[in-house]
T-cell receptor
Framework: DAEITQSPRHKITETGRQVTLACHQT?????MFWYRQDLGHGLRLIHY???????NKGEVSDGYSVSRSNTEDLPLTLESAASSQTSVYFC?????????????FGPGTRLTVL | AQTVTQSQPEMSVQEAETVTLSCTYD???????LFWYKQPPSRQMILVIR??????QNATENRFSVNFQKAAKSFSLKISDSQLGDAAMYFC????????????FGTGTSLTVIP
């Protein structure tokens, strides 16, 4: 069965370190998204991609970067981790840019920055 | 940016009873889509139901239905015959082709089901 996976599921790092969160989907979806989930804020969009080599900034993109070298993967990099980036991160994908299409979510990565 | 508001941080319902979760949104667009997602303790986000703004008929999926009031920009979720497995965080979301097709989520409502 097609799926979307994230790794690691839990990560503890130190302030200033570079961290990369992996997202891999086997749906062959063109569209992929990264969100962070914090209490009182719901899910907020960090970056998104509508295809290979396409990346776009979302609502809360500062301090994060993504690159899309193939259809299946959209890794999220924190260039210099900050305590404010402690959060749960979700990756999602959807079949096309059509507004009707749902997004399929990964299981999430809990990141703690000490 | 679009805004989606869920004014009920927490709700509770007795098993087998009906509960309604509220959602309002702000937009000047006429063509858009609305979604309800469920997030159980496992953290996995699951689509519950969706509604196209140009359709007047309210969407239904088994025990889940919506009350879509376009003029009032309201999109509430009704859960009938509540079950213990319905306990979760519920998120309302908005998506519009004219605003980049991004999803905008509300802050969520935590639903407790009392046996």
């Amino acid at each position: 069965d097609a799926e979307i996976t994230q790794s690691p599921r839990h990560k503890i790092t130190e302030t200033g370190r570079q961290v990369t969160l992996a997202c891999h989907q086997t749906w062959n979806h063109n569209n992929m998204f990264w969100y962070r989930q914090d209490l009182g804020h719901g899910l907020r969009l960090i970056h998104y991609s509508y295809g290979v080599h396409d990346t776009n900034k979302g609502e809360v993109s500062d301090g994060y970067s993504v690159s899309r070298s193939n259809t299946e993967d959209l890794p999220l990099t924190l260039e210099s981790a900050a305590s404010s980036q402690t959060s749960v991160y979700f990756c999602a994908s959807s079949e096309s840019a059509s507004s009707y299409n749902e997004q399929f979510f990964g299981p999430g990565t809990r990141l703690t920055v000490l | 940016a679009q805004t989606v508001t869920q004014s009920q941080p927490e709700m509770s319902v007795q098993e087998a009873e009906t509960v309604t979760l509220s959602c309002t949104y702000d937009t000047s667009e006429s063509d858009y889509y609305l979604f309800w997602y469920k997030q159980p303790p496992s953290r996995q986000m699951i689509l519950v139901i969706r509604q196209e703004a140009y359709k007047q008929q309210n969407a239904t999926e088994n025990r889940f239905s919506v009350n879509f009031q376009k003029a009032a920009k309201s999109f509430s979720l009704k859960i009938s015959d509540s079950q213990l497995g319905d306990a979760a965080m519920y998120f309302c979301a908005y998506r519009c082709p004219n605003t980049g097709n991004q999803f905008y989520f509300g802050t969520g409502t935590s639903l407790t089901v009392i046996p």
